[in-house]
């Protein structure tokens, strides 16, 4: 079946510092993959998205690559700021014409201190 | 344009009651998909509707279940509610581009059911 790991929160941060959060996943087929965030009390809000092999999403200073060889497809961002404290879900969708769904990661919390 | 809305934000039920959920897309958009999400199971695909059909289930019991409006508005039932329905329910939208079968998904603010 498919699958999406993440790795193991809360990350905890200082302002500005470099963020990664590792995501790999395990499909039949061929993805596209996406990350979304949540913020405390709201619903999901769509980060980036990239649909196949080699592609960058990129959005808020946010970036991801979908690496193909090494089916993963980490979140990165150069500077973190406090406001970027959410829960982070790497999830993938294998698309299809009896229908399409978002399988999940387990999501990842991120944490941004002064 | 505005967002994906669910009704009502908070309900408090007692085992055994059933409860509905409703869920207005965003405008224009033709397939709402419904999700669970629960601090133990994390997020788990309930059911996708498009064009008043449900074509894609997760697997969830059949005391979940589902339908959709000619006007794309979509409701959820779950009946003889558990303990373990406790859960915030999350609806997506999303608009099948025309002649690709890629769409992304957008998400409302969910509703929180709690069981007691």
């Known amino acids: 079946g498919n699958s999406v790991t993440q790795m193991e929160g809360p990350v905890t941060l200082s302002e500005e510092a470099f963020l990664t959060i590792n995501c790999t996943y395990t499909a039949t087929g061929y993805p596209s993959l996406f990350w979304y965030v949540q913020y405390p009390g709201e619903g999901l809000q769509l980060l980036l998205k990239?649909?196949?092999?080699?592609d960058k999403g990129s959005n808020k200073g946010f970036e991801a690559t979908y690496r193909k060889e090494t089916t993963s497809f980490h979140l990165e961002k150069g500077s973190v700021q406090v406001s970027d404290s959410a829960v982070y879900f790497c999830a993938l969708m294998i698309l299809t014409g009896g229908g399409n769904k978002l399988t999940f990661g387990t999501g990842t919390q991120l944490k941004v201190e002064l | 344009k505005a967002g994906v809305t669910q009704t009502p934000r908070y309900l408090i039920k007692t085992r055994g009651q059933q409860v509905t959920l409703s869920c207005s897309p965003i405008?224009?958009?033709?397939?709402v998909s419904w999700y669970q999400q629960t601090p133990g199971q994390g997020l788990q695909f309930l059911f996708e509707y498009f064009s008043e059909t449900q074509r894609n289930k997760g697997n969830f019991p059949g005391r979940f279940s589902g339908r959709q409006f000619s006007n794309s508005r979509s409701e959820m039932n779950v009946s003889t509610l558990e303990l373990g329905d406790s859960a915030l329910y999350l609806c997506?939208?999303?608009?099948?581009?025309?002649?690709?079968?890629?769409?992304?998904?957008?998400f409302g603010p969910g509703t929180r059911l709690t069981v007691t």
């Open positions: 405008s224009g958009h033709r397939s």
């Open positions: 997506a939208s999303s608009l099948p581009t025309s002649g690709s079968w890629e769409y992304e998904q957008y």
């Open positions: 990239a649909t196949k092999a080699d």
